[in-house]
């Protein structure tokens, strides 16, 4: 099918008829083209990934058999600066869902400003199945195939689901293997021992804390005494959980892969973090009671933060959830139908494309300490991602103000708009 400008909706190796998580995608492109002005003729930008590379990843198995894996990485777009976004090893993983994934890292980092396209990469594998010997060698093989379109100015991945700093440091270093020099600035989150930066650990569920706090503050929330549950309690939600608790707010209920705790009176969030760190779940822990999965949704509170999985947010429990606030930790979250029923609830959703930026901002911070071989402290790393979280936030806020739109409209607004305009200001080559 071609479009009256000749421009062809989709490209011939998506089948129409399953397109997958970018078809997601499309259609919030689709939403924000009405607010987009003089710009929306560059949109078909947004509705294309630049370069797409699917690659083969044959290992050495330790019992002698070779195994082939299916690798991508797609860079969406590189108008504003290099590709920028993690790397997931996960059995499930698809062309589809890596190009929206590449898709939503351009949009976030156009909404925080990080000087970044989107990118994203992904290997079709179950690393539960395979030695360490074997996530080695896929790690260094992958990194190889995909290292003719990646590099610190060209594309910088990071680690996402199933993948971690030893993943990273295994990348760094295959990729600097090939080149021939030391590359850090290669990958992000990298072991603070070989380039990483301290903070980045934090980073995701610090940001996803401030931007909390700042739409409490325009709500006229307050954040003492605010009961709040959440869902994951790892990296991010862990994180957030303990800030809000340092703040005076009740985490009155955590749900992870283990089970799901309450406790009225508010959790003793340290006491937590430190059961899940011995035992590997909130399960078991002393100082609550267990309550069944389906009721976690249903919880009195006035915060939600969904910091574990995709699509966990539903159309058959959004209407039981009585938070005035949802702060997206988790990319994805959230249901296109389950956001519909929310927004009629009056539930305020602060989106992943804003609210988990914290991650990739810190990740920029990274980059540019490679870049000079000058590492900041703590203190300055923290400061700086709280200063950008709440400059991109108040702009985000003002631009659903103005159009009247929810905040996940606003941030593809801002963000599309700084994308399409770096792509007009630079023009098309030839
Ligand atoms: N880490 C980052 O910097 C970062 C940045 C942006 C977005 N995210 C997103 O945040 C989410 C969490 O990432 P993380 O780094 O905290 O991961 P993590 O592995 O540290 O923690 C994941 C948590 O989710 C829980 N979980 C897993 N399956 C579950 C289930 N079926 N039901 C309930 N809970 C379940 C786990 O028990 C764990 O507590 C993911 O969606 C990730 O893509 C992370």
Not at 1 to 27: A, K
Not at 121 to 138: A, F, H, N, Q, Y
Not at 281 to 303: H, L, N, R, S, T
């Amino acid at each position: 099918m071609t479009s009256p400008s000749g421009t062809h909706p989709l490209p011939s190796y998506l089948d129409p008829n399953h397109l997958g998580p970018w078809g997601v995608y499309l259609q919030q492109v689709d939403r924000v083209t009405p607010y987009l002005g003089n710009l929306a003729r560059w949109v078909e930008t947004l509705k294309r990934p630049k370069r797409a590379l699917i690659v083969d990843v044959p290992i050495e198995l330790d019992n002698g058999t070779i195994a082939h894996f299916e690798g991508y990485r797609v860079q969406h777009n590189v108008s504003r600066g290099p590709g920028k976004g993690g790397v997931r090893f996960h059995q499930d993983v698809t062309l589809s869902e890596v190009m929206a994934l590449s898709a939503w890292m351009s949009i976030k980092n156009a909404a925080v400003n990080v000087p970044y396209g989107g990118a994203k990469g992904g290997i079709r594998v179950d690393p539960k199945t395979l030695s360490r010997g074997e996530l080695e060698r896929l790690t260094r093989r992958y990194t190889s195939e995909i290292g003719i379109i990646i590099g610190p100015s060209k594309d910088i991945p990071a680690p996402d689901v199933n993948t971690n700093a030893q993943v990273m440091a295994w990348m760094m270093d295959t990729y600097s293997m090939n080149v021939g020099t030391t590359a850090t600035g290669v990958v992000t989150g990298k072991p603070v021992d070989l380039g990483g930066s301290l903070g980045r650990v934090e980073a995701t569920g610090r940001g996803v804390f401030t931007v909390g706090v700042e739409a409490a503050r325009l709500t006229g929330m307050p954040i003492e005494g605010a009961r709040v549950a959440v869902q994951g309690f790892g990296n991010v939600g862990g994180t957030a959980g303990r800030l809000f608790s340092e703040a005076g707010a009740k985490v009155v209920a955590v749900q992870d892969h283990t089970g799901t705790i309450h406790n009225d009176k508010g959790l003793d969030v340290p006491a937590l973090l430190a059961h899940v760190q011995q035992t590997g779940g909130v399960a078991g822990f002393a100082g609550a009671e267990p309550m069944a999965d389906d009721a976690f949704w249903g919880v009195a509170c006035d915060i939600l933060i969904p910091a574990a999985l995709e699509s966990q947010i539903t159309k058959d429990n959004a209407g039981r959830i009585q938070a005035r606030m949802v702060i997206e930790g988790a990319n994805g979250p959230t249901t296109p139908e389950a956001d519909d029923i929310l927004h009629d609830k009056g539930v305020l959703v602060l989106p992943d494309v804003i609210a988990n930026a914290g991650g990739v901002t810190v990740s920029y911070f990274e980059w540019v300490q490679d870049f000079s071989s000058f590492f900041w402290t703590e203190d300055e790393i923290n400061a700086r991602l709280v200063r950008i979280m709440k400059e991109a936030f108040a702009g985000v806020w003002n631009v659903a103000q103005e159009n009247k739109v929810s905040l996940r409209t606003a941030t593809f607004i801002v963000a599309c708009k700084r994308i399409l305009h770096a792509r007009e200001m630079r023009g098309l080559y030839p």
